[in-house]
Structure formats: C-alpha cells, structure tokens
C-alpha cells in the first residue's frame, strides 16, 4: 500500500432521488434534518445513545458500564444479562402472538408459515432436545442445512441456550465443512437428508459423514428430513430431528447470558482470502441488528419483508432471521434457485406473499437484468415499497434497473454497506430520509464514526479515495477471530492508527455521501494513478450489450500495472456484441467516453461467467492472477465453479 493509500476517483455519477413524499411522511426518520439531529446527538455521547436504543429490548439485568474499552478488545452493556431468543420470540408474544413471524417456501412449492407462538414452540422443543444431547452453555453447534425452518429454529434454540452457533452454508463441500467444524470444535452437527437446488437433491448428509469422519469433536448429529430421501444413519451418534423433538416439552425458560457471551462465530466469504471464523456476542449484536433492521427498513407492522440472503451468510444471519424476529416482523425464507422452475421464481413468490420489503445483491441484480425484464413484468409487484442490496458495490445501471423494472420507480433503494465483521448495517441512507445516488451506500447511521482516511489517519478531502474505516467502536463489532486473537488485531486494527480498518477502499462527495470504490488490495495502479475497480467495472457493465464485468491490473514494464477486464456479455435477443475485436474495440471506446482514456482497458476478455465467491462476490483476486498468466495459487475453497478457473486459463492460450 502506498504511504497515502490515495485512490483516484473518476466515476461520475450525478443522479439524485428524493425519498417520495407519501413515503417520507409516513417512515420513522421522515427527512435528512431528522437524520442529521439523530447523528449528531449519537456523536456527543454515543453511549447513551445506544443505551438508548438498547432500553426498548429485554433485560435480566442492567448494565454497569455501556462500553468498556481496551483496544482492541470492546465489551458492550458489561454486567447486564439479556438473551437474544427471549427478545426474538417470547418478547412478542403477549402483543402478536398470532402474527406470521416466518413464512416459507420450499423450492417445490411447498410451504409452511410459523407464527410466532409456533416458532416459539418449536424453538423451546428444540432447546430441550440440544440440552438432553449434552450441549451447555458455551459449547459450539455446527448448522449445516438448507434453507428450511428448522436452520431459524436450531439458531435461535442455540441462542436460547447459550450454545454458540456455527452456520456453514449448505453449499460448501464436506471438506470446507470440515474445517469449519475442526476450526470451531464443534459438538454437534445440525444437518438434513437433503436439500432442493434446481430441482436436484443436495446430498446434505453423505457430505456431513464424510467431514465428520475426521472431526474428533463432533458426538452427536441431528438430521432434519426434507426429501425424505433414505441416508446412511450412524447409531449411537445420528438422530432425526422429527424423533429427537417428539414428546419432548415446548416450554423453556431462555438462559440469563451474560452481555459479552459469544453467540455466534461466521466464517467469512473468502473473497480476499482464506476465511476467518468472525465472533459476535450477545447483547451488542442484538442492540445493532434490532435498530438498524428498524431504521434502514422502516419496519412497519403490516411488512412482509424478505431477504434472499442464506442464512449461511451474516445477511442471514442479522436480517433474514435476527433483525426481523427482535423487531416482530414477518419474514420470508425461500429455499431454492432464484431460477427454478423459471427465471421468475422470486417475483411470483413477491406476488404470492405480498411481499413490501425486498433485500438482494448486486449479483443477483445482474443477473436478473441478463435474464431480462419480461420474467418480473409477469407479476404484480405492486406490494413492494423498499428494495435493499448488500454484498458488493452496485453498478449504478444495475441501481438504476432495480429501480425502475422492481420498484416501479416509486420504491426507495437503500444500498447498505457492511461486513460480516460488523455484524449490522453500517452506511446506508434511510429511506424516508436521505435522497438516494445510484451506487452510493450514502450517510453512516447514526453512532457509527465512518472515515475515509490516509494510512496515517488523516481524512482525506470530499471527492478523493482513501482507506474506509470506523473511528469508533460500535455494540455489534466482531469481538475477535476464533482462537487467533492476533490476527484479529492485525487485521483490523493495526493498519490505521486508532482506527479498525475494513478492507475497503471509498471516496466521499461533497454531499459527505460514501462511494464504495473495491477492496483495497484490488486497486490498480496505471501510470502514477490508482484506480479502484468498481468504478472501470460500472463503466463497461453502463454498455447496453455487458452483463457483468471485473476489472484487475496485470504488472506491466512501462505502465506499472495494465488494466485487464473479463467481460461477460448479455445473452438472447438483445444482445447488440458478439465476443471479438469489433466488441472489444467498442468497449475500449465506451470506457473512455464514459470515464476517460486513464481507464481505458488494455485487454478486454470475454467469458460466459466470473468466479464468484459462494455468497456470489467476484474474486478479483484469483483473476489478477490468470491475468498475470500464472496459476491460481490463493484459497479456493469458497469458489462456486472451479471449472470457471480451468475455462479462463484455456481462453488465455
Ligand atoms: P473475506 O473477508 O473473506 O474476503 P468478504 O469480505 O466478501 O470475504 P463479507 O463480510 O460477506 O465477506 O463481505 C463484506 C464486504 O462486502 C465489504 O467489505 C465490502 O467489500 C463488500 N460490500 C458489502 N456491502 C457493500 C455495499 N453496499 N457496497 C459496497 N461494497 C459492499
Ligand atoms: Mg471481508
């Protein structure tokens, strides 16, 4: 990294959105001034701002101090008990008890709603069960399932009694899965027969026996039956689900944790690396998912709001199954392919459900854009009145396509920046409040101290790139990596003085809004200046004939670094470029007029598809390194496709 760590910007981006009026009036920050007193009432004392926010939950014991700081260690609510399922479930059940907490749809079409009595229920049953299995307080439980109900239930009943839980996405392969549980030390493995994707069955379970054959700490599995496909059942050790629960009592009284008790440890996606097993605790998490579900989704009671995320991700975690449930929403879960049996899976389930809130991803976006927009306009999608993305920055087409092809034009977007690391949405803009710019994540949430910075700290003026970072410690940041204190400090709070450093590079306007602008270490450095990806990446993926783009730098002799580009093009009818010279030329051309010659890619490659991480992230890193000519030495555990890899080494010879 350079002394500086500048990065230049050349994105220009000058289309505002004002939050409807009708909207406005009726959210619960209802313009900027609002936000801004909010802001800055947490600036002068952020810790009774968050005490603040922190009354509204359950407590069995109050706190003695809000925060108690050693850097890098944070302890939030210190001396207070609470617990995080008691808040999520039998906080609400004296006030809508019969109210549709989860509502679910099995990729076949099958489905089931649990109000929150039910979910309740079946949450405490399974409390019990994990107690009689020999699970305390402290010990790890490994949850690798589909996206079914019973993965809410095992994390909640796992929070209800203190155990901590691991969720691997159900996904990876029996190795990732393996380490994953020797890393953690799991007890015990909450799993299914199976689960469906595209039609197909997930052999869930064949993949557990095989981590588990070299997994000393696992004793016992539990099997959720989803197909009902007959698996391999180990006596002594595997159980079903359906068996364990039956008879077993549905009350029990939630454990008093104490605030700092780790809750859960995630892995992350592996974008930049070798995935790090992040840790959350109790009370500060809960404080930070339970607001910010609030305010960035304006949560009302008559919501039916459904993020895509897996709950293998932290998405999933704090807003298909924490956020909603503190805030007593209703929330949806989809097992399946956005893409099964037809590209219009999602709409016709928003158009099923009713469905007000939706939250996605940027891949995702793109995706559906290249499918085209004949599969939404089949469905009403009246219902919608906010749209959410998290996960990578968005291409301000893409922005602009969700806007207008989902929302209708009259939706708020809310572009939420944040990490498995901070476990709760750290940047986004408020619905009601802040006028929207396409790939913007706009204004920080009130109590949070973003910065964009030199590597020494010092803010860099509005318009220049430099280091994202948080000034400040907030209730629901990572406390360490599980059993590698070390490199939690070093990660994160070594390379900006004072500062836990994220990774990410961005700009800020003159509005004091933020520009995600990519990962640091993916900063290209062409002739003196330094690019960020994202920016090139919007520029071609703003032709009308790109689906998708990244952008690395490959070393070169006189520039330092050429601007390489792998390309994937739209499909169908459409399509205004055939993969070659002619396209290749035009897209050089484009990426100049649109950002100027600096930008301008030396070598444009065309693919039908990027490597993308599970959770659907390109892996920039693992192209730089194809650019380069050379083989992909980094972790690729977490790669969806790993033939991609050996398709972009052929295109090269
Ligand atoms: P790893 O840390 O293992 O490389 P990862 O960073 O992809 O994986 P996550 O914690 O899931 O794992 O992702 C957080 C990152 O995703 C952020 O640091 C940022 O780079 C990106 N990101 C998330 N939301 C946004 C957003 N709204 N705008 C821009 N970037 C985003
Ligand atoms: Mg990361």
Redesign the pocket.
């Known amino acids: 990294m350079s002394q500086g760590a500048g990065i230049d910007s050349i994105l220009k981006e000058n289309r505002v959105f004002a939050p409807p009026h009708e909207f406005a009036v009726a959210s619960r920050v209802p313009s900027l001034e609002r936000y801004q007193e909010l802001y800055d009432l947490a600036e002068r004392d952020p810790e009774a701002y968050w005490a603040g926010v922190a009354l509204d939950l359950r407590w069995t014991k109050p706190w003695t101090q809000v925060l108690d700081w050693q850097p890098p260690s944070a302890r939030w609510f210190d001396g207070a008990e609470t617990n995080l399922s008691h808040n999520c479930l039998d906080r609400h059940l004296a006030t809508r008890g019969n109210r549709a907490a989860l509502i679910w749809e099995g990729e076949p079409g099958d489905a089931r709603i649990l109000t929150y009595q039910q979910l309740h229920r079946e949450t405490c049953r399974f409390a019990n069960v994990l107690l009689r299995l020999g699970v305390r307080q402290g010990d790890r439980v490994a949850i690798y399932l589909p996206m079914v109900p019973e993965a809410a239930i095992a994390m909640l009943a796992c929070a209800r009694i203190g155990a901590v839980h691991s969720v691997v996405f159900g996904g990876f392969s029996a190795e990732a899965l393996r380490d994953r549980i020797n890393d953690a030390g799991a007890k015990l493995v909450v799993t299914a027969d199976g689960g469906y994707r595209r039609g197909k069955v997930v052999a869930l379970k064949a993949a557990v026996d095989a981590a588990v054959e070299r997994a000393p700490s696992v004793e016992r599995v539990v099997v959720v039956r989803r197909t009902g496909d007959k698996v391999a059942m180990e006596p002594g050790r595997d159980s079903y689900w359906h068996e364990l629960v039956e008879g077993v009592s549905d009350k029990h009284e939630a454990a008093s944790l104490p605030a700092e008790h780790p809750l859960f440890i995630l ?10 097993g ?1 840790v959350h605790t109790t009370a500060g998490y809960m404080v930070g998912v339970y607001s910010t579900t609030q305010m960035v989704f304006d949560l009302k009671d008559n919501d039916t709001y459904w993020c895509t995320a897996d709950v293998g ?3 999933g975690h704090s807003y298909v199954v924490y956020g909603p449930l503190l805030n007593g929403a209703t929330t949806v879960m989809y097992e399946g392919a956005p893409d099964f049996p037809e590209q219009d899976r999602l709409w016709k389930i928003i158009d099923k459900y009713d469905v007000t809130i939706f939250y996605t ?2 891949t995702a976006i793109r995706a559906f854009m290249r499918w085209g927009e004949q599969w939404p306009m089949r469905h009403d999608l009246a219902s919608l009145r906010l749209l959410g ?6 291409n301000p087409e893409a922005w602009m396509w969700y806007r207008q092809v989902i929302g209708g034009g009259r939706c708020p977007i809310v ?8 476990g709760a949405i750290m ?2 803009p408020l619905p009601g409040a802040t006028p929207t710019k396409p790939g913007s ?1 706009t204004r920080p949430l009130p109590g949070i101290a973003m910065d964009v910075v030199t590597r020494d700290g010092t803010p860099v003026p509005p318009g220049q790139g430099g280091l ?1 970072v948080v000034r400040r410690p907030w209730p629901s940041m990572l406390r360490t990596v599980w059993g590698d204190p070390e490199r939690y400090a070093r990660t994160y709070w070594s390379d900006v003085p004072g500062c836990y450093f ?3 590079g ?1 700009r800020r306007d003159e509005d004091g809004y933020f520009w ?1 602008m ?2 640091v270490d993916d900063v290209i450095n062409v002739a003196g200046h330094r690019l960020g990806t ?1 920016e090139v990446e919007s520029a071609l993926v703003a032709h009308p004939a790109v689906a998708e783009a990244a952008v690395v730098g490959r070393p070169d002799d006189l520039k330092g670094q050429a601007i390489v580009a792998f390309v994937t093009l739209k499909g169908g009818t459409g399509a205004r470029l055939e993969p070659g010279e002619d396209a290749r030329k035009a897209l050089m051309a484009h990426v100049v007029t649109e950002i100027g010659a600096i930008a301008r890619p030396d070598d444009i490659r065309f693919t039908d598809a990027l490597p993308k ?1 599970r ?1 659907g ?1 390109i892996m920039r890193r693992l192209l730089k390194e194809i650019a380069a000519g050379g083989e992909t030495k980094g972790d690729t555990s ?1 790669l969806e496709d790993i033939s991609i890899l050996a398709r972009l080494r052929a295109d090269d010879e």
């Open positions: 892995y992350t996606s592996g974008t930049t690396g070798k995935p790090k992040i991700w932290v998405t991803a940027p993305t998290v996960g990578e920055p968005i572009d939420t920046w944040w990490q498995t690391e901070t940047c986004s994540c994202l994220t990774g990410d961005a995600v990519g990962r994202m991480t959770s992230k977490t």
